[in-house]
């Protein structure tokens, strides 16, 4: 039986230890920000919280992506509501990422506004007091694990792909797909790499997709273009098979349209280049 669930958001699954894979374990239990219940701190969260700060964010200087400098406390006072009124999700640390003897300078922030967005940000150091930025986590639900891991969600990404961003594929029978959404980043040397998958995760990939395909063709009304999640299940699976296997948009479209026999193939594809393309264009991965 099929039926319309909601998707959350945060995973809290993580505080104990980190995944070996990269699908989402079925009893995890999630929230939204903006949740009434009481939510549990998350790992990102401790990670920024119990963190070394800087004492002097002043005589921090940034070079930023745009070729700008600006100090440390002139970019948090950017990311607050005005000049006046501190940010209440902006916030720093310094940790040596890659075990390389030298510390990262990471800063976090949440954009506001309705699902979005986390983004962190890392800068490399290049002399006493000198950072330069190198890598940027944007849209990602993001969190950082004891191993110095990033654990990279495309649920904010993919949220309204076809249907309501609190909505999703459900399946209640025994042999139904396992969710899956997340990729393992690791920084080294001024960079963010994906954690290849492996067999087993290809072999789930393509197990979910040939489960998918076999679903009832889902049409969208002209003036609601949703469905019942079954579009974004697909576009999850696609995405984190693009990143773990070589980011092969070919070898992804052969396994799309394998997969995906429906008459509005052409437009579902098209609308996964689409998001896939901004992806990339606001994340360093």
């Known amino acids: 039986m099929q039926s319309l669930k909601i998707i959350p958001l945060l995973v809290l699954a993580v ?123 944007f849209a990602g639900n993001t969190i950082i694990t004891k191993e110095k891991e990033f654990i990279y969600d495309f649920h904010e990404q993919f949220g309204y792909f076809f249907t309501c961003f609190a909505c999703g594929y459900e399946d209640s029978t025994d042999v139904a797909p396992q969710h899956i959404s997340t990729i393992l980043l690791r920084y080294h040397k001024g960079k963010m790499k994906v954690q290849p998958g492996d067999p087993e995760l290809k072999t789930l990939i393509l197990d979910n997709l040939d489960k998918l395909g076999e679903q009832p063709y889902q049409p969208l009304e002209e003036d609601i273009a949703q469905d019942n999640g079954l579009r974004k299940e697909i576009a999850l699976n696609l995405v ?26 052409k437009t579902t594809w098209a609308a996964f280049v689409k998001q896939l393309q901004y992806l990339q264009q606001e994340n360093d991965f």
């Open 15 to 137: 505080l104990a230890a980190t995944p070996s894979r990269t699908q989402v374990p079925a009893d995890t239990v999630l929230f939204a920000r903006d949740s009434a219940l009481d939510i549990p701190t998350d790992p990102t969260t401790i990670f920024f919280r119990e963190g070394e700060k800087s004492k002097s964010p002043g005589k921090i200087l940034l070079m930023l992506k745009d070729g700008k400098t600006r100090s440390l406390s002139a970019l948090m006072k950017r990311f607050a509501p005005d000049e006046n009124t501190p940010s209440l999700y902006a916030d720093h640390v310094f940790c040596d990422m890659d075990n390389d003897g030298k510390k990262e300078l990471l800063i976090s922030n949440f954009t506001g506004g309705a699902h979005c967005c986390d983004e962190i940000y890392v800068f490399t150091y290049m002399a006493p007091g000198k950072y330069r930025q190198t890598v940027k986590l």
């Open 240 to 265: 984190v098979y693009y990143y773990s296997f070589g980011k092969n948009l070919a070898g992804t479209l052969q396994l799309f349209y394998k997969y995906y026999r429906h008459p509005d193939v």
